[in-house]
Each structure stands twice: as C-alpha cells, then as structure tokens.
C-alpha cells in the first residue's frame, strides 16, 4: 500500500526535470497496471499502518488512476503552449495522492482528512487553467457548497470517536446510530459532493469552467467520493436510515427528473453532460438508500461505468472545442462531415450515457431500477421518466452535434489525431 504512495510522492520532482512529461505518463500507466496486477481477494487487503483496501476501494482507485493517466493524455495543449506545464502535472500528482489515499483509508478521520483535501488541487485546477473569467465564480461555488458541508461531518465523526473510542471501518457494523443528527451530519457532506439535487448548484459551474482534465476528474472521481462515502457510513446508520431514506430518495427521483427535462433545453455541450451526470448520480443516491444488498453492489457497478462513459464525453466535446473554439450546440452542427471517425465514438459514448445494452451503465440501472422497485411500487412511475428522458437527451446531444448543415467557420476536414483515438479507445 504505502509502496504506490511512495511511488506517487517520487514522481513529483519528475515535473520539474525537462522532458518529464511523458515520463510521468508512462510510469502512470505502469503503476495503474502494478495496480491491477496486485489484487489479493481478501476482505482487506495489502494492509500497512492505516491503508487497505477491500474490494469497493480496489475498483475506485483503479479508476482514479486510470483517469489520471487519461487526464495527462489529453490535456496537451497545456504542454503545446508551454502553459505552467510543470505545475499542472504537479497538481495532477497531488490530486491522485489525494484520491489514493482517500479510497484506501481505513479510519475515518483519514477518510475525512484526504476527502477535503481532494478539493484543493482540483480548485487549483479550475482556477488556474479554466477557459472563461467566470471561472473565479465557479470556484467559489464548489468551495462553499464541499465547505458548508464538511464541518458537520468533522462534528460526527468526532462525536462517534467520543462514544467508540475508535473509528475503523472494519468495526464499524457493530454498532448502529440512532441519532437524527448525527446521521444528518455525516450524510450531508457526501450529498453535497454526490451531489443530489438541490445541493447541485455548483456541478454544472465548475464542469463548464473547468479544463479538460478539471472535468474528466470531476465527473469521473471526485463525484464518486460521495457515494463512496455513504456506502461506508451507512454500515453503521442502518437503524435510523431505514425510517429517514425515503425523504432522500424522493428528493433525488423526482430531482432526475428535473435535471434530465432542463438537460433537453442545454445549448452548452459541457453544460448538459454535466446536468445528465447530476441525473444518473441521482439514480445512485436512490438505490443507494433503499439500503439492500442490490442497491448497494449496483450503486458501485453504475458509479464505475459512469465515470468512464462521462469522462469519454468531455473528452470529445473538449476535442470538438479544440477545433472549433466553441462549446455550443448551435455551432457544433454537422460535425459528422468535418471529423467522420470521431462520430463513432460520439455514438459508443452517447450510447452508453443512455444505458444502452452493450454498456456496464445498463447492468448498474437495471439492478437499481430492482432495488427501487423491491422497495415501493410507486417509484416505477418517476424511474419510467428518467430513463425515457435521459435517452431523449442523449439523442439530443448526438443528433445535433453529429447532423445538420454545419456552420461555415471551418471549410477543412479535421479529422482526430492519434492521441485522441488512443485517449478514446482508453
């Protein structure tokens, strides 16, 4: 464990030596497939002072590695115009230590302690490489929103610490809570970065400013964090969950709903996919709390497959911003006559944002849809709704992006290049 730590804090003066980066995204690379290599199917494994990981953790990291390495990958321009290089892999680095050692903290003042500071670097990211001068306005909002969030949750984990005497995670299914604000205080912080409706506020603002790579790691990681956070906090508020979780998971239903019908009238690429990722979040939150073993699994599943499906969307609205210096729907018209190969993956990922059969985001809404409905019938009606809707803007976004006469900027064909196809195929 503290081996990949190591690994990661040795890397960080490879970003102020010349021709450090590609260096460092190959020994990326290496270490996400070490990563892989080194599974051991025990309960917690790879144990050393106070890391470990258990399966949940084990599928998180790899995705956060992954993406890192992807966010390198695609992030050239950074480089091509010489723009703080250095420090943008430095902070890249931190961040992927932040993510590292919040997956696999087995203590909760550890956990609370990486999960804060995962915030730093990515606020670094949003207001040091953004695109527009609202970028300022998009920090601030994601700084308050974690902020308003994390003190509660410091409070509880103090108050367990002051009744328990220890905060393990392994321990931690023995007891069970049944303090209202307690639960409260520890639940909010994770809906905040989920984020559920109505705490959803900053997500679209610091998905449109952020770089490139501000928003592959935002939508794919760091909204993960929150969910992960509630499968492990729920272990230990089961009893009082089971009277509250309705409130949350009516919430989080009817504000997919929402969310997918304000996705269809978007014009910002980057706006609605950041809406339609608050959309499947909000599927996550509800199975999440019917609290059964299909919403917890699912829940997990649906989290991996969104962080890659979104993360590849950013990627090709990034690329088609590249070419075109816009992020609008009006001008991004007929793209399938200025770069025919990137249609392709334009079709795979838009498919997969709308669960289509081949994807891994079908297997995590089926088995939610099992969970929600297990629960109470009624749900049916407002999951029926989301699933229509987030197919009809999934269409949206592909048919007026890929079709239609497109807009007379450029008269030459584009075509993608080699990195793009590799960062893609990723």
């Known amino acids: 464990m503290l081996s990949y730590i190591l690994y990661l804090i040795f890397l960080i003066p490879l970003c102020f030596t010349g021709g450090g980066w590609y260096l460092i995204q190959n020994l990326l690379f290496f270490a996400s497939l070490l990563f892989l290599v080194n599974i051991d199917f025990f309960y917690w494994s790879n144990l050393s002072y106070i890391f470990g990981y258990d399966y949940l953790s084990f599928g998180l990291v790899l995705l956060s590695f992954w993406i890192c390495v992807l966010m390198i990958l695609a992030s050239y321009s950074v480089i091509r115009y010489k723009f703080y290089n250095k420090l943008f892999l430095f902070m890249i680095l931190m961040l992927l230590l932040m993510l590292y050692c919040t997956f696999c903290s087995l203590n ?14 990515t606020l670094f990211l949003i207001f040091g490489w953004g695109y527009q001068p609202e970028r300022l306005q998009a920090g601030i909002y994601l700084l308050f929103y974690t902020l308003f969030a994390s003190l509660p949750l410091l409070l509880g984990i103090m108050y367990m610490y002051n009744n328990l005497n220890y905060l393990v995670f392994s321990l931690m299914y023995m007891n069970d809570f049944m303090n ?17 409706y109505l705490l959803h506020l900053w997500l679209p603002k610091a998905h449109v400013e952020a770089p490139v790579s501000g928003s592959m790691i935002l939508a794919g990681v ?5 969910g992960y956070g509630l499968l492990r906090v729920f272990e230990y508020l089961m009893g009082i969950g089971m009277i509250i979780n309705m409130f949350w998971l009516s919430i989080s239903l009817v504000g997919g709903f929402l969310v997918s ?13 950041a809406y339609s990722s608050v959309a499947h979040m909000g599927l996550v939150v509800g199975g999440l709390m019917t609290l ?6 699912m829940t997990f599943v649906l989290m991996i497959a969104h962080g890659l499906c979104s993360s590849g969307l950013f990627c090709l609205a990034n690329i088609s911003y590249e070419r075109l210096g816009s992020r609008s729907l009006l001008i991004n018209k007929g793209l399938l006559n200025l770069m025919p190969s990137m249609a392709l993956w334009w079709f795979l990922l838009s498919s997969c944002n709308m669960a289509a059969p081949p994807s891994l985001n079908l297997l995590g809404e089926i088995g939610l849809l099992n969970s929600m409905v297990g629960w109470m019938w009624m749900v049916m009606l407002f999951l029926m709704l989301i699933s229509f809707f987030s ?11 890929q079709h239609g006469i497109y807009y007379s900027g450029m008269y030459s064909s584009v075509s993608g290049y080699c990195r793009e196809y590799l960062l893609l195929m990723l």
């Open 292 to 297: 059964n073993v299909w919403g917890f699994y």
């Open 222 to 226: 760091l909204l993960k964090l929150g």
């Open 261 to 273: 019908l304000m996705c269809l009238r978007q014009v910002d690429m980057k706006a609605l996919i």
């Open 108 to 121: 909760m003042i550890s956990f609370y302690f990486f999960f804060e500071g995962s915030l730093i670097p």
């Open 180 to 196: 209202f604000y307690l639960y409260l205080s520890m639940i909010l912080a994770f809906l905040v970065k989920m984020p559920m």
């Open 391 to 401: 197919a009809a803007y999934t269409l949206y976004l592909y048919s007026y992006s």
